[in-house]
């Protein structure tokens, strides 16, 4: 009887980067870090702007993963900027794709989940094949 009214959990289904698409979401996936760069660091108190609970501060960075298939950016928020060191593998759980000047980046909300993996297994990254250089278009349907 219980069974029928709680959702049975789903073992999480592993995507490579080459099957990324745009607009998707709910990805799970194991990547190396390969490069990480801060793009953006604001708040904690600074600047004349008012303090308290508006004045949070934001951090952003573009950080570079990979697996064996290809590269993708990832774009780290707050407390993910740490999580995402050099040559680190990390799981991302329930990520999604967003777009950014007509070029995918991959991105982990309040949703989803960072974990950097204790005992990684190295991961052979494919870096000839970075999705995030391929530009796609906005086409609209009419209904």
Same mark, same amino acid.
């Given at each position: 009887m219980a069974e029928e009214g709680s959702p049975?959990?789903?073992?999480?289904?592993?995507?490579?980067?080459?099957?990324?698409?745009?607009?998707?979401n709910g990805h799970s996936l194991n990547v190396k870090v390969i490069s990480t760069k801060t793009v953006m660091q604001r708040g904690g108190g600074g600047g004349g702007r008012p303090s308290g609970p508006q004045a949070r501060q934001m951090r952003i960075a573009e950080c570079l993963v990979g697996d064996e298939t290809g @590269?993708?950016?990832?774009?780290a928020r707050n407390d993910q900027v740490d999580l995402m060191k050099e040559g680190k593998i990390v799981t991302l759980r329930n990520a999604k794709i967003d777009m950014y000047k007509g070029s995918m980046r991959l991105a982990v909300d309040k949703w989803g989940r960072v974990e950097?993996?204790?005992?990684?297994?190295? @991961?052979t990254v494919k870096e000839d094949n970075n999705l995030s250089l391929i530009e796609y278009e906005l086409v609209s349907v009419e209904a």
């Open positions: 049975a959990l789903r073992k999480p289904v592993f995507t490579k980067v080459n099957e990324l698409r745009p607009g998707t @590269i993708i950016i990832f774009t950097v993996e204790e005992e990684p297994t190295d @991961i």
